[in-house]
C-alpha cells in the first residue's frame, strides 16, 4: 500500500496535468476567438469593398447617410423578400449547376428585369 507521501505526490502531479489541460484549453478558446475576430473582420472589409463599388460616390457619403441609406433600401419588404429567397437557396445547398430562373425577377417599381441584370 502506498505511503501518504507517495499519495500526496501522485495528486500534486495529477493537479499539475489539470492545470496543464485547463490551460491548454482555454488557448484553444482563445485561438477560436481570435480566428472568429479575424473572421469577421474580413468579412466588414470584403462587404464595405462591395458597398462601395456600387454606390456611386459611396467613399464621400458619410456613416450616418450610408447607414440612412440601407435603412430605407434595405429594411423594404421587397428587399426582406429577396434576403428570404437568397437565404433559402442557400439552406437548400442546391449544386452549383442548377440554373437560374431565366423568367426574369420582380423589382420594386413592378416591372421585370432580366435575371443577368446587374447593378451598376
Not at 485561438?31 to 474580413?42: E, H, I, L, S, Y
Amino acid at each position: 500500500m502506498p505511503t501518504t507521501r507517495a499519495l500526496d505526490e501522485k495528486i500534486r502531479i495529477a493537479q499539475d496535468k489539470r492545470r496543464q489541460h485547463d490551460n491548454y484549453i482555454n488557448e484553444l478558446i482563445q485561438k477560436r476567438k481570435a480566428q472568429a475576430r479575424k473572421d469577421r473582420t474580413r468579412r466588414l472589409i470584403e462587404r464595405g469593398t462591395m458597398l462601395e463599388n456600387r454606390i456611386a460616390g459611396a467613399e464621400t457619403l458619410t456613416n450616418e447617410q450610408v447607414g440612412a441609406f440601407l435603412d430605407k433600401t434595405l429594411l423594404t419588404p421587397f428587399s426582406k423578400r429577396i434576403l428570404a429567397e437568397i437565404t433559402a437557396q442557400s439552406a437548400a445547398a442546391e449544386p452549383a449547376s442548377a440554373e437560374p430562373d431565366a423568367g426574369g425577377e420582380d423589382t420594386p417599381n413592378g416591372k421585370a428585369e432580366p435575371a443577368s441584370a446587374e447593378p451598376n
